[in-house]
Every structure is written in C-alpha cells, then in structure tokens.
C-alpha cells in the first residue's frame, strides 16, 4: 500500500491506494480517503493505522455476511406470515434459554419452550427463573416490532422490561460502584457511569454509518459490557442492544451459545483494553467471535425455515 496526494486547486487530498495484478497487468485501486491535508508523517501514519483497524472481516467473510443478509430479507418478503412468526418463535427459544442460561438460569431448552411457547410453568422451578424468560420474549417482540434507535432511554426501558418483576434497582443507569465476580476488568465507577454512557452513545453516532452491522454490534457489546451501568441486568440487556442494531441494519440475528461462555467472556476481555471511544486490533477476537454465533445462528435457525 502506498499514499497518493492529489492537489486541486491548491488544496491537498490524501488516498490510501493499494497496487494489485489483473491478468498479468498491474493495476491500483483506492482503499480509503484519509482526508484533506496538508498531513505531517506522523500524522499521516496515525490516520492509516485508525484506517485499516477497522477492516475485521475477510473479504470472504463479507461476502458470505452479504449473501445471508439477502437470503434473510427474501425470506421477510416472501414467506407467509404464519411461516415467519414460527422462525422467530424458533430464534427466540434458543435465544432466550441460552441468553439467560449464560447469567445462571436453570430451566432446560424444554422447559423454555414450555414458558414461552405453551404458557406452562415447570414445576419445582424459582418464580424468578420463569420471569426471566417471559421478560425477555416480551422485551425482544418490542424490539422486533418498534426497532427503535439506541438512546439512553431505550437502553433504560429495555433493561426496565428485563428486570420486570425480579429487580427493582431499574429506571436509570446506577450511581455506585459494583464488581463483576470471576472479571479481569473493573467496571466504571458510579459517579463515571452517566458520563461513559453517553461516551458510547457519541461514538455509536460516529461510527454506525462507518462500520459492518455485524462489527458494531459487537465493539458496541464490549464498550457497554465494559461500562456494566446497572447493577444486575447488563449481560441480557447487552445482548439484546446488540442484536437491536443488527435488527435496524436488516441483519439476520445471533445467539451467542451458554456452552461457548468461557470463548465469549475471553473475547470480551481481549476488548476491555481498547480505548472507550475507540477502534483498534483489540477487537479482533471479539469480532470474530461474533461472526461465528452469528454463522452458527443461520445454519441453526434461519436457513431451515422456508
């Protein structure tokens, strides 16, 4: 790769162009606009590196991305309203056992599909347990349905819809400090929280447009997981804002399995040493992570139907 500087009319442009073969021919192509200079070395440098940080996928990897995405928005057009209702019901009998199971949920992938799709409790199970799921069934059907944009009060909301009737500390981001059992990282402290939110907030507006839906959904994951501002309810509520992005972008949607836990909070803690506001390799592994559920999800669950 090399930079070229074009000049017009007395004003610097800068590009990053990439040389390439073709049938035994060189040619070139511009891989990115790194802006209007003039630009010193370093500082040249700095923009390249932020530049290439944020290509985490393969090109095979995005072609496959694409090609699902287009299967799933055939099946969203094409399928008869019965049909769909069913594949969701589907996606979210898995989610939601395996999202709740992750943050120590005992009800069984039969019992869960008691709750939610049958309107049976399972006897002998904990009240909680069973609210945990029926929350969540409610909570995403929302989501499903409004898609709403990501805002301090739908992150609220959907938090306050997942705690319904097992925790009452719901209605705003916490104020004190708390800790994460069995974590490497240190979660923001209370009177930081509000501050750090709205840290992440600014740089999902920033980088929406700029970054792959899958590769949001997942450095958006981290930062918020990282923050942790509330005092119970982070991972589900985490994980329900990242599928809500990927429900804005048209995406099909990810179950990150409760057996692959370990990996996920592995990955997640690869993340945690990247700068709140940032873009950097640290995230590789969290990325890669979530191509892989989210592969998984649509090999498990959304080819089959249709």
């Known amino acids: 790769m090399y930079v070229e500087k074009k000049k017009i009319h007395n004003e610097e442009y800068y590009y990053l162009k990439e040389s390439y073969r073709d049938n035994g021919n060189v040619k070139t192509k511009t891989v990115a606009y790194l802006g209007k200079g003039p630009f010193t070395k370093n500082e040249l440098d700095k923009i ?3 530049k290439q940080s944020v290509e985490f996928l393969t090109k ?6 694409q090609k699902i995405k287009k299967e799933f928005s055939d099946k969203l057009k094409h399928l008869d309203k019965k049909l769909i209702e069913d594949m969701f019901r589907d996606f979210k009998t898995v989610y939601i056992y395996n999202t709740n199971t992750i943050e120590g949920n005992t009800l069984t992938i039969e019992q869960t599909d008691m709750v939610l799709n049958r309107g049976k409790s399972p006897s002998g199970k904990d009240l909680r347990e069973v609210y945990d799921h029926i929350n969540a069934k409610e909570v995403f059907e929302w989501l499903l349905k409004e898609k709403p944009e990501i805002t301090h009060e739908v992150i609220v909301q959907i938090h306050a819809g ?7 500390r719901t209605g705003d981001y ?3 400090g708390v800790r994460v059992i069995g974590a490497e990282f240190l ?3 209370g009177k930081y929280v509000q501050t750090d939110m709205e840290i ?3 740089w999902y507006r920033k980088w929406k447009k700029k970054l792959h839906p899958l590769v949001l959904s997942a450095l958006f994951h981290e930062k918020f997981e ?3 501002p509330f005092y119970d309810g982070n991972g589900r509520t985490g994980r329900m804002l990242s599928n809500l992005i990927l429900i804005r972008e048209r995406f099909p949607l990810l179950i990150i399995e409760e057996k692959k836990r370990k990996h996920y909070y592995a ?3 690869r993340g945690h040493k990247a700068d709140l506001d940032g873009v950097s390799e640290d995230y590789n592994e969290i990325v890669a992570f979530f191509y892989n559920e989210l592969m998984y999800t649509w090999e498990k669950i959304f080819s089959k139907w249709g």
């Open 226 to 228: 990282r923050i942790h």
């Open 48 to 50: 390249i590196k932020n």
């Open 187 to 189: 979660p923001s402290p």
């Open 174 to 176: 916490r104020t004190r």
């Open 267 to 269: 990955a997640l803690d």
């Open 200 to 202: 992440l907030l600014k």
């Open 162 to 168: 997942i705690l319904e009737k097992i925790d009452q």
């Open 60 to 65: 095979k990897e995005l072609r496959d991305l």
